[in-house]
């Protein structure tokens, strides 16, 4: 039974886990060093007017994220 969706698709309010990361190359080394690795707990916090961006909670750190971004992110 998989469980996992892309973080772009996260509910406000939501909290979920970092399972994998799909962004390969300089966007996969800027996410891991705002601590988007394996195991990461992450919230939504809120969204953009238009939906894009959308503010996340991550290790402490609010960030927020495009939805071009966000979709290479696989949780659970």
Same mark, same amino acid.
């Given at each position: 039974?998989?469980?996992?969706?892309?973080?772009?698709?996260?509910?406000?309010?939501?909290?979920?886990? &970092?399972?994998? *990361?799909?962004?390969?190359?300089? /966007?996969?080394? !800027?996410?891991? +060093?705002?601590?988007? #690795?394996?195991?990461?707990?992450?919230?939504?916090?809120?969204?953009?007017?238009?939906?894009?961006? &959308?503010?996340? *909670?991550?290790?402490?750190?609010? /960030?927020?994220? !495009?939805?071009? +971004?966000?979709?290479? #992110?696989?949780?659970?």
């Amino acid at each position: 039974m998989n469980t996992s969706k892309k973080l772009s698709d996260m509910q406000e309010g939501a909290t979920a886990k &970092v399972s994998q *990361l799909l962004a390969d190359g300089g /966007i996969r080394r !800027r996410l891991r +060093d705002i601590g988007l #690795i394996e195991g990461t707990h992450i919230r939504c916090l809120n969204r953009g007017p238009s939906g894009d961006p &959308v503010a996340y *909670l991550i290790r402490g750190a609010v /960030i927020a994220l !495009r939805r071009e +971004d966000s979709s290479k #992110i696989i949780i659970e």
